[in-house]
């Protein structure tokens, strides 16, 4: 037994397990997105999910660890493993459709376990239940089998780096399920030999390990477990949710917070980590202080990618110090079981904290703050059992030395507070923003006094915290879905309603411009272009409208022109037909309709021929809703087209250029397009301040329907060659459009 090849059989299976199990996140993820109007949360939802799966998994391998001997512990992985493919390859429902109005987050989590919930259940099991087979082996490394879950992370971790830049570009969704397959009876093979390996297991070694003992553990070493893979959990989620909501909800930018919170596990847990506990806690605070930063200036600096870094950088020293505390503080042998069903336990806390319970009780994202502060909290509890040289030397004074310190700890948190307090009231963006480079410093000072410290910052945390800084003098109203936070605030006499972090309409209330469109729709821009060749033509007209906002293009009336307006939020729906906040449905008095439902789902059920023109407007933030830009999205819309009739589509983003994607998919159908990028001329007239700058697009099946664009506005052609694949409901490749226009 001790000469069978032990090592790299189990090395290698749970390399693969771990490989199929972040492979099929992503993969699972991005089969839903259509249904769900590409949402940023369906991927927090499914993290939920697959956290769900992953304790059901530990679970089931602890219990069975524990009254069963080891043979029946093979045959019975075995066959619950052959059981499993019978939902495989993995596809979702064709009937499948979500709610519409809520409930869409519980409909995802009935879909997921009905289709991968199986297969994933099964496959979690194996990081621990593997390594408790290695640990009954016999083998000479067997009292020691941690080591095995650092190479299962690794597993995970090139299954997520591999999956955007090698499986998602070269392969289709359907050729990446059925891969998975194979690779999932490959795993079935290892499984088995595995299994045929240990069949006559031993009682495993229990040593004593360095700072546990071989007795019970305690509830209390439990708590601090479940704390502790609680907070880089909700970490991980809202660290993403920040991310996707500015750019896209795609497979890889899911899959860096991912990553960033496997290296930690696997630094932490492999045998000599290279970064220590100690340096983590040292640098952590350091950090916090630039994210704080960030989150005081996030109203006044648009450099998104380098405040994306920095957040990232922060999380992954939070979850590097929580996950270093974990490795430190793991059990015997005896316990491995119940140690990793406890990890798990906290992971989906904070995965239920932060997609199920947080979008109800915080209408922003207070979920994000609360967990940083939490972990200055950590820094402070850490200190206090291993305080570092500076704090042995301080703490080397006589007895009264105490009540001084209690003193000095109260006074540094009231002028940390009074500080903060007074710029958050502060109106004068310039003394605000000095304000926030004083308390800055003063953080950083502080940082080494960590209870001060952790009571400063959860203050400032929480007062910053990005998603109300910029406007909470003039917020009018706030709301939090499952699609995201939208906002409606007031302004030099203009409301502006904001989905996430991205200005989405705009309304003056003067009378004299009230009913003007301006932002991305103002007059002289693509907008205005559209439908003045839509009056050119006259006569009935129907428009469809992917994407509500406020409704400003209800504005470029005609008569006989009516509007149907496809919105997936019902709030979005709500905020534009309320008069207390914008009037241009009710003002407008342009006939129009409202389709709550995702709207390429919703549209797909019109009549064939039924539209004049089809304005594509759907982004939330700058987040791309990829499913309605895909080659099959626009051969639908085309048969909703009347003769004639033009696709028109709004691709202004800070980030992505979108230009080749349209490019190659209107290639490929044989139809043509146009762009123009359009960048309004400020005046003193007031108004002219409230243009944007736009990219837009235009389609038709025959260049002669759109040739007056060109001729009399100034569109182009895309002229550049085309280097991208056109995108289809199979294959999507965001990182080939990461260059922003506008």
Not at 312 to 325: D, I, V
Request: charge should be neutral; glycine fraction near 8%; proline fraction near 6%.
């Amino acid at each position: 037994m001790k000469n069978a090849p032990l090592l790299p059989v189990f090395a290698l299976t749970l390399f693969t397990s771990a490989f199929l199990i972040f492979a099929v996140q992503p993969m699972a993820s991005k089969l839903l997105l259509p249904l769900l109007g590409g949402s940023p949360s369906v991927w927090n939802t499914a993290m939920v999910f697959f956290q769900a799966m992953l304790l059901a998994g530990y679970g089931y391998a602890h219990f069975i660890a524990k009254v069963l001997p080891l043979r029946m512990q093979a045959v019975l992985h075995l066959v619950l493993l052959g059981l499993f493919t019978t939902v495989l390859p993995l596809t979702i429902p064709a009937d499948a459709a979500p709610p519409e109005g809520s409930g869409q987050a519980f409909w995802q989590l009935g879909v997921m376990l009905t289709c991968i919930g199986g297969p994933f259940f099964i496959l979690a099991a194996s990081a621990p239940l593997f390594q408790h087979w290695f640990a009954s082996s016999g083998h000479k490394d067997a009292e020691n089998p941690y080591f095995l879950y650092a190479v299962s992370n690794t597993g995970s971790m090139l299954a997520l780096l591999g999956y955007p830049f090698a499986i998602e570009p070269l392969l289709t969704l359907s050729e990446q399920t059925h891969s998975w397959f194979g690779g999932y009876i490959l795993l079935m093979i290892l499984v088995a030999l595995c299994g045929y390996l240990v069949r006559n297991g031993v009682k495993p070694v229990l040593p004593i390990a360095a700072n546990a003992d071989t007795g019970k553990v305690t509830w209390t070493q439990r708590l601090i477990w479940t704390f502790l893979a609680f907070i880089p959990s909700s970490l991980m989620l809202g660290v993403t949710t920040l991310i996707t909501t500015d750019l896209a909800s795609a497979p890889l930018l899911w899959i860096i917070p991912l990553a960033l919170y496997l290296a930690t596990f696997i630094i932490a847990f492999s045998n000599k980590p290279f970064m220590s506990v100690p340096l983590t806690r040292e640098l952590t605070p350091y950090v916090l202080c630039l994210v704080i930063l960030l989150f005081m200036l996030s109203g006044f600096i648009s450099m998104k990618i380098p405040m994306i870094v920095v957040h990232l950088l922060a999380f992954f020293l939070c979850a590097m110090l929580c996950h270093g505390e974990l490795a430190q503080s793991k059990p015997t042998v005896a316990h491995l079981t119940e140690y990793f069903l406890i990890i798990s336990f906290g992971g989906v806390l904070g995965g239920i904290f932060n997609a199920l319970i947080a979008p109800v009780i915080f209408t922003s994202p207070m979920e994000y703050s609360l967990s940083l502060a939490a972990v200055a909290f950590i820094v402070w509890a850490g200190a206090m059992q291993f305080p570092t040289i500076r704090g042995k030397f301080n703490a080397l004074d006589d007895r009264k030395r105490p009540l001084k310190l209690l003193v000095m700890d109260i006074v540094i948190v009231t002028v940390g507070a009074a500080v903060a307090l007074t710029i958050y009231f502060i109106n004068e963006n310039t003394v605000r923003m000095a304000g926030a480079v004083v308390l800055f410093i003063y953080l950083f000072l502080i940082a080494q006094k960590r209870g001060p410290f952790a009571f400063v910052a959860l203050i400032c945390l929480l007062l910053f915290q990005s998603a109300i800084w910029s406007n909470n003098k003039n917020l009018m109203a706030q709301d939090r879905n499952y699609f995201g936070i939208l906002k409606v605030f007031s302004q030099d006499g203009t409301h502006f309603f904001y989905h996430g972090t991205t200005l989405h309409g705009a309304q003056p209330q003067d009378e004299e411009h009230r009913y003007m469109p301006v932002t991305y729709y103002s007059p002289g821009g693509p907008t205005s272009d559209v439908f003045k060749e839509m009056d050119r033509h006259g006569g009935k007209q129907e428009v469809g409208v992917i994407g509500l906002g406020v409704g400003s293009v209800v504005c470029y009336k005609a008569p006989g022109r009516h509007f149907d307006f496809f919105e997936i939020d019902a709030d979005v729906a709500k905020y534009a037909e309320d008069p207390q906040y914008f009037t241009y449905l009710s003002g407008c008095k342009s006939p129009y309709t409202i389709i709550l439902g995702d709207g390429r789902l919703k549209m797909a059920e019109m009549p064939d021929g039924h539209y004049d023109l089809i304005y594509l407007d759907a982004f939330s933030s700058d987040n791309i809703p990829i499913h309605v830009m895909t080659k099959e999205a626009f051969e639908m819309y085309f048969d909703k087209l009347a003769p004639r009739g033009i696709i028109t589509m709004n691709i202004s983003n800070r980030f992505l250029d979108l230009r080749p994607v349209l490019a190659a998919i209107s290639k490929e159908l044989g139809f043509a397009v146009y762009f123009k990028f359009h960048e309004p001329e400020v005046t003193d007239d007031k108004v002219s301040k409230l243009y944007t700058k736009s990219l837009f697009a235009v389609m038709a099946k025959d260049e002669r329907d759109i040739a007056p664009f060109a001729e009399k506005y100034g569109w182009k052609p895309y002229n550049k060659q085309v280097k991208v694949r056109a995108w289809t409901d199979d294959y999507a490749n965001i990182i080939g459009s990461f260059n922003g226009v506008h």
